[in-house]
């Protein structure tokens, strides 16, 4: 059974192309290190909602957008081992360092899955 990891996080849309490139480079690295699969969206259809919505829960700002992603393993196990890995390589280690994520960090929100249902 998979097991992913989700991102959601606020992106200012004067830094898409910034995020772009960071994105492009944690794809490889995420798959390097053992996911089978990632991904990321922009929003292109998302409102607020009465009591919560992917705007609200990532307190978007004005001239902000919404990206989602999510990378995919084997396992648990499998995605223990990889985040070890990732969080090492130094091709990340500038984005770990303040003022190295175009975007707001403390409103991004993220969690692991396992498998509940296949279609």
């Given at each position: 059974?998979?097991?992913?990891?989700s991102f959601v996080l606020p992106l200012p849309k004067s830094n898409?192309?910034?995020?772009?490139?960071?994105?492009?480079l944690a794809a490889t690295v995420w798959r390097e290190h053992g996911?089978?699969?990632?991904?990321?969206?922009?929003?292109?259809?998302?409102?607020?909602?009465?009591?919560?919505?992917?705007?609200?829960?990532?307190?978007?700002?004005?001239?902000?957008?919404?990206?989602?992603?999510?990378?995919?393993?084997?396992?648990?196990?499998?995605?223990?081992?990889?985040?070890?890995?990732?969080?090492?390589?130094?091709?990340?280690?500038?984005?770990?360092?303040?003022?190295?994520?175009?975007?707001?960090?403390k409103r991004m929100f993220f969690g692991g899955f396992e498998t509940?249902?296949?279609?």
């Open positions: 059974m998979a097991y992913i990891d898409i192309e910034a995020y772009r490139a960071q994105a492009e996911a089978i699969e990632y991904k990321e969206w922009i929003a292109d259809d998302v409102q607020p909602g009465d009591s919560t919505s992917y705007p609200q829960a990532v307190k978007l700002e004005e001239g902000e957008t919404v990206i989602v992603a999510w990378a995919i393993y084997p396992s648990r196990a499998a995605r223990d081992e990889a985040n070890e890995k990732i969080m090492k390589d130094p091709r990340l280690a500038p984005m770990m360092e303040p003022g190295g994520l175009p975007f707001d960090g509940f249902v296949e279609g």
